[in-house]
């Protein structure tokens, strides 16, 4: 077997993006040895049919390259339909753009108290003291947790977050099943104190029935743990690759600061830029023959949308921002097929009160020293310094 390319090599922050355009021109279908050997898909084409033949390539062997899941099955991205299909019905209420509109006004008062401190210290780490507080906050609001336990999550996501990134094995499966335990305290609580199904996604998956039955209440706390996660990470990396780029190109930081009203747009734009995951992975349930390369049965293949949504074959100069790109409901920076992902209204208000609230904070910001980039599964960043500085 080839070995097309290496995912455990030192990166920086555009290194990546290097590497995938090379990729998708000479090897779009490429073999990796590492992490006991898997496919990587670079194509737009390859990956969105893959994403959307379910019944093909399946998600319930194996969901991300690397392999981190030790600790039992989380739905709905553990499952493939119809399997996964209640848990996902049962969130996707509670995840509505008019039930998520109204996280709003706390979304906003925690973007700024987190960038207090931060202009008061003139400046910091973009993702450290910003946005990965700020998500966990948001997600604990929506989640109704406790105080103590909002407190508990902080420091359990970012040092699982931190694990992952290290390949570190051990204080990954240690966190994790930290992680478990508070998802397992939050089912237990609301089992005896249940609130109102369309305000609460714990109440909501328990009462979900299937022909009558509940769901397992292992698997209930197993979505309850994957949603933690998931929303925790991705909106922190791509909070900071948004930061490098503003911080790069400062005509357009001082445009949206003057011009508000184009900053949804824009967030749409640097999320094909920046697409933070790249290692979603699928497994064949036959052999398959992917632009030219056969694929057996049962290996993994990574999905690795980060390199689809700078596919030349679909954007026109994929690695430039542009604000009005005619064809942006091809981006996948969301997924595609049965496990697009759930919270993508939630996703895109805090990453536009982020950025809207980053920009207000202060005449400009300017990077202050060298981004630390993440490893598989996400890509972009870990740390970025900005400086607060007057306009010129």
Known sequence: MSHDFDPIQPETF?????LYRRLRSECPVAHSDAWGGFWALMKHEDVVEAASDWRTFITSRQNVVPKVAFTGRR?????????HTPYRRALAPLLTERKVARLEPAVRRICRSLLDGMVAAGGGD????FSAPMTVEVFANWMNLEAEAVA?????????NIAVQSNDIEATQENSL?????????????RRNPLPVDEDAASALLAVRVDGEPLPEEL????????????????????GSIAVHLGRDLALQDRLRDEPILIPAAVDELLRLYTPYRGFARTAVRD??????????GEPIALVYASANRDEAVFEDPDLFRLDRPNMKESVAFGRGPHTC???????LELIVAIEELLKAAPRFVLAGEVKPTRFPEIGALEVPIRFEARR
Do not use: F, K
């Not at 555009?14 to 290097?18: E, M």
């Not at 739905?75 to 399997?83: F, G, R, V, W």
């Not at 930290?178 to 609301?190: G, N």
């Not at 743990?225 to 909106?235: H, N, S, T, W």
């Open 75 to 83: 739905p709905p991205l553990h499952l493939d339909p119809p399997e």
């Open 126 to 129: 973009v993702c450290g003291d």
């Open 220 to 239: 209930i706390v197993g979505t309850i743990r994957q949603v933690l996660v998931v929303g925790l990470i991705a909106p922190t990396v791509v909070v």
């Open 14 to 18: 555009d290194s990546p993006h290097a």
């Open 342 to 348: 759930v919270g993508t209204a939630l996703g895109r």
């Open 178 to 190: 930290l992680l478990y335990q508070m998802a397992r305290s939050v089912v237990e609580d609301r």
């Open 288 to 297: 398959v023959n992917i632009g030219g390369r056969l694929i057996p049965e």
């Open 152 to 160: 508990d999550l902080t420091q359990a996501g970012r040092r699982y």
